[in-house]
């Protein structure tokens, strides 16, 4: 996001959320971004090996 385009509503909009509403009412979103971040760390597999590997079950772990 660019400092043109940003925008502080939609900052307290995203941002604002506490972290339990954000798991009781989006848990579709949450475990979307959880998986994403989990495949990242996949990719990190050859550089790292077990280190990212253990991130990666920990993060699909974290997913409701």
């Given at each position: 996001?660019s400092?043109?385009s940003f925008?502080q509503e939609?900052?307290?909009r995203i941002?604002?959320?506490p972290?339990?509403e954000?798991?009781?009412?989006?848990p579709m979103?949450r475990?979307?971004?959880l998986?994403?971040?989990a495949?990242?760390?996949d990719?990190?597999?050859i550089?790292?090996g077990?280190t990212a590997?253990?991130?990666?079950?920990?993060?699909?772990?974290?997913?409701?």
């Amino acid at each position: 996001m660019s400092d043109a385009s940003f925008n502080q509503e939609d900052f307290d909009r995203i941002f604002g959320v506490p972290k339990d509403e954000i798991r009781e009412n989006y848990p579709m979103i949450r475990n979307a971004v959880l998986e994403e971040v989990a495949q990242e760390f996949d990719a990190m597999r050859i550089a790292f090996g077990d280190t990212a590997d253990s991130f990666a079950t920990y993060v699909r772990d974290m997913k409701t």
